[in-house]
């Protein structure tokens, strides 16, 4: 089990940082994860713009971090590289698909680590490993350098084992970047097949947290899911359809799989969902209109065990309508151990987001016995 493809030893003094392997550092390949990738990758000759600018606040890049193959995954195994242990539970999966970057948090062998969010990838590692992670607004962080998984909703945010180290995260990538406001109304999002349990674990932060809560009911969800397949299932074909056809053996059989069902989605469906996206928008941003932030738990359930490869509900049920919408969606834990919580924010509301973080983490920590 390797939670790293490549480490390495960058002097200095700022902040140790792990760059998930699909975002380009200067001077060294990029995988993806994928054997496929990594027979033809030459060395990078520039630095992602995310990767630069953390250089230029200080950071010290402590390696490529290993993540589900071809970013196309939820549970963070990988047949090729192997699998990051999980810091909570080494037999639960560590989350996918920035595993490596939130297991080195997680075990703390980076200060911050960089993961992409397409439908949870930066979320759901970080509620399996128990630390915190910010997807970003849809377009907020540039993306350049960041090798593709589905363009219109892919997202570079940061993971931390605290908010604090979130806010560094977020500085690293945006340099000026501050929280700021205070939380006073909070809408609580319910759905359908989530675990009692985790849902009671949202229920006991809200209520000791003593803002107002207002049951949001989000008529379009339903319609975002299927829209989200759609998208991805088009735009990850396009992306990643010659790594499949060029090298069959060289690329897993669960992603090679879900790569060539998108050949399936047409371009009337394609052109639907794009509707049914901007829809959704308009949906969430009247929802905004009557309250701050959104709350919801981050997974369906607990963080699966290694033995079970296909999880039901899937683990991005709660996350990837999100970013069909390009929203901002905080993960962090509850006070359950390996439960955590959700929390969405109107578009370029990270601001908000990690302010709220922030209180709600003291309320966690008061909650703990």
């Given amino acids: 089990m390797s939670t790293w493809i490549v480490r390495l030893d960058e002097p200095g003094e700022g902040p140790r940082l792990a760059v998930k392997d699909v975002i380009d550092v200067a001077g060294v390949p990029t995988t993806i ?5 990594a027979d033809r990758a030459q060395p990078a000759a520039i630095d992602a713009d995310c990767v630069a600018t953390a250089r230029a606040g200080g950071a010290r890049i402590v390696g490529k971090s290993n993540l589900h193959e071809l970013c196309y995954g939820v549970t963070g195994i990988n ?10 539970d080494s037999t639960l999966v560590p989350g996918g698909s920035s595993s490596g970057s939130a297991a080195a948090v997680g075990a703390e062998e980076a200060d911050i680590g960089y993961g992409t969010d397409t439908g ?15 997807k970003t607004t849809w ?62 674990a949202v229920d006991e932060v809200l209520a000791a947290w003593g803002v107002d809560v207002i049951d949001i009911v ?15 299932g088009a735009e990850a074909y396009a992306a990643d359809r010659h790594w499949v056809e060029d090298s069959p053996d060289r690329v897993g059989e669960l992603v090679t799989r879900r790569i060539l069902e998108g050949a399936a989605v047409s371009a009337t469906q394609l052109a639907a969902a794009r509707i049914v996206r901007q829809r959704w928008q308009q949906e969430l941003a009247v929802v905004f209109d009557r ?10 359930g607990p963080a699966p065990s290694l ?14 309508t999100f970013n069909v919408s390009g929203s901002p969606a ?36 008061s909650l703990r016995p």
Avoid at 220 to 232: L, N, R, S
């Fill in 291 to 300: 309250v701050q932030i959104l709350a919801l738990p981050t997974l369906p």
């Fill in 330 to 365: 905080l993960s962090l834990p509850s006070a359950n151990r390996g439960t955590s919580l959700q929390l969405v924010g109107p578009l370029h509301g990270e601001e908000l987001l990690c302010a709220a973080g922030a209180e709600v983490e003291r309320v966690v920590q």
């Fill in 139 to 200: 377009g907020r962080i540039s993306i350049e350098g960041v090798w593709p998984l589905s363009p219109t909703l892919d997202t570079v945010g940061p993971l931390a084992r605290d908010i604090a180290g979130v806010v560094t995260g977020m500085q690293l990538m945006e340099p000026g970047f501050d929280p700021s406001g205070a939380i006073t109304t909070v809408g609580r999002v319910r759905r359908p097949g989530a675990d009692p349990d985790v849902e009671a």
């Fill in 120 to 134: 949870g990838s930066v979320r759901i590692p970080a509620a399996c490993c128990g630390i915190a992670g910010l």
């Fill in 79 to 88: 047949r090729w590289y192997g699998t990051p242990v999980n810091p909570l």
């Fill in 218 to 232: 989000l008529d379009g969800w339903a319609a975002a899911d299927t829209a989200f397949e759609q998208i991805i």
């Fill in 307 to 320: 033995g079970l490869v296909g999880p039901r509900p899937p683990l991005n049920q709660l996350t990837r």
């Fill in 33 to 37: 994860g994928c054997a496929a990738v």
